[in-house]
């Protein structure tokens, strides 16, 4: 098992930036995939980020791509989304998941473990 658990949601300006933060605890960190997913209500879960085990290869929506940037520090178990220039339809809960696997998944079936997401919300 792994427990996931973000943090780093607020309120945000739009323009502004924002980072989350994701701790995560149990198996080995380093051995999973990171994704950040959001959900806005009323709309369906969807991808933002990836990054595989080593940080070596990341996955970007396009909505996103530009904006923000996904890293991880496996020695603190942490996987963290900057995120710039933002706007109100980046408004959402953003869940942080882990999936075993070599690659950098942007499939939310590929994983296995969620948090329990933490709100973010950008005002006009």
């Known amino acids: 098992q792994v427990q996931l658990v973000e943090s780093g949601g607020g309120l945000v300006q739009a323009g502004g930036s924002l980072g989350l933060s994701c701790a995560a605890s149990?198996?080995?960190?380093?051995?999973?995939?990171l994704a950040w997913f959001r959900q806005a209500p009323g709309r369906e879960r969807e991808f933002v980020a990836s990054?595989?085990?080593?940080?070596?290869?990341?996955a970007y929506a396009d909505s996103v791509k530009g904006r923000f940037t996904i890293s991880r520090d496996n020695a603190k178990n942490t996987v963290v989304l900057h995120m710039n220039s933002l706007k109100p339809e980046d408004t959402a809960t953003y869940y942080c998941?882990?999936?075993?696997?070599?690659?950098?998944?942007?499939?939310?079936?590929?994983?296995?473990?969620w948090g329990q997401g933490t709100q973010v919300t950008v005002s006009s």
């Open positions: 149990g198996r080995t960190f380093s051995n999973y995939a």
């Open positions: 990054i595989n085990w080593s940080g070596d290869n990341t």
């Open positions: 998941a882990a999936a075993g696997g070599s690659g950098y998944y942007t499939k939310a079936y590929f994983y296995d473990y």
